[in-house]
T-cell receptor, first 117, second 113 residues
Framework: GAGVSQSPSNKVTEKGKDVELRCDPISGHTALYWYRQSLGQGLEFLIYFQGNSAPDKSGLPSDRFSAERTGGSVSTLTIQRTQQEDSAVYLC???????????????FGPGTRLTVL | GNSVTQMEGPVTLSEEAFLTINCTYTATGYPSLFWYVQYPGEGLQLLLKATKADDKGSNKGFEATYRKETTSFHLEKGSVQVSDSAVYFCALSSGGGADGLTFGKGTHLIIQP
């Protein structure tokens, strides 16, 4: 399995509950990205990690959203006190290095479909 | 801020027709430009890219040329096939630290036999 993997593939939760979404990037990729895909907003960039560090968290939609990356590998996106407007597909991508620096490709995972009831 | 505008469709064509999907962008500096494709039931995958002005990206018969003077990156294919039916996303990256991709809304392409 050489690609980006995400778990769970589907998550249904009740409003107000916390959820954790996981991303396993391609081995050796130092850059990791989270995006959200929804009908109303299209594809939105949320946050970027270079190694374990996220230089800019301003893309996160609210302070209920947080993300971390440990060991330069796995990343988790946590949404606290979920709301119905959080329902979307959450995509993770990884790349060898900064996309614009080397024109590098971002490889996307299959996504986690989150439904908040 | 950065933005990408593309025709949303759906765009419906007959097999072997010529395809153009328009994409224009607004960005600071000199962005890299991309077309991603999402086939039914599959994840996003890179179709082609261009990293500087006048570069032409090409793959699977698709082409797009980075036009700085018109801030455009239109996707073209001379003869489409049913298997090209998918959603196509134009995107840019301008770096500067955040380095995420800014996507257009996506164009749903339907090719009829």
């Amino acid at each position: 399995g050489a690609g980006v993997s995400q778990s769970p593939s589907n998550k249904v939760t009740e409003k107000g509950k916390d959820v954790e979404l996981r991303c396993d990037p391609i081995s050796g990729h130092t850059a990791l990205y989270w995006y959200r895909q929804s009908l109303g907003q299209g594809l939105e960039f949320l946050i970027y990690f270079q190694g374990n560090s996220a230089p800019d968290k301003s893309g996160l939609p609210s302070d209920r959203f947080s993300a971390e990356r440990t060991g330069g590998s796995v990343s988790t996106l946590t949404i606290q006190r979920t709301q119905q407007e959080d329902s979307a597909v959450y995509l993770c991508a990884s790349s060898l290095g900064p996309t614009s620096g080397i024109g590098g490709e971002q490889f996307f995972g299959p996504g986690t479909r989150l439904t908040v009831l | 801020g950065n933005s990408v505008t593309q025709m949303e469709g759906p765009v419906t064509l007959s097999e072997e027709a010529f395809l153009t999907i328009n994409c224009t962008y607004t960005a600071t500096g000199y962005p890299s430009l991309f077309w991603y494709v999402q086939y039914p039931g599959e994840g996003l995958q890179l179709l082609l890219k261009a990293t500087k002005a006048d570069d032409k990206g090409s793959n699977k018969g698709f082409e797009a040329t980075y036009r700085k003077e018109t801030t455009s990156f239109h996707l073209e294919k001379g003869s489409v096939q049913v298997s090209d039916s998918a959603v196509y996303f134009c995107a840019l990256s301008s770096g500067g630290g955040a380095d995420g991709l800014t996507f257009g809304k996506g164009t749903h392409l339907i090719i009829q036999p």
